[in-house]
């Protein structure tokens, strides 16, 4: 499953930039193809597990579909 725009390594350096930054929070968004409700969603959580490391903390998250029918996540991180 997965159409994304940012690989887990920009994500990741996007999140390392916005820790140096003295940014308090980060937020990303992550899409995916439409697919079945079941489907495990590795992608997404490589590119959380990306920005955990950088010293991110997953602190909440909405999922909505967009208008092409594709699944977004609004993803919010806090420092850790």
Avoid at 8 to 37: C, E, I, P, W
Avoid at 41 to 57: F, L, V
């Amino acid at each position: 499953m997965g159409f994304f725009q940012n690989s887990k390594a920009d994500l990741g350096a996007m999140a390392a930039a916005a820790l140096d930054g003295g940014r308090r929070r980060f937020t990303v968004r992550l899409v995916a193809l439409s697919g079945s409700k079941d489907d495990a969603i590795d992608p997404w959580s490589e590119r959380i597990e990306a920005i955990e490391e950088k010293g991110w903390e997953l602190d909440r998250f909405s999922v909505a579909p967009n208008e092409k029918g594709w699944v977004e996540a609004y993803v919010v991180f806090k420092r850790s």
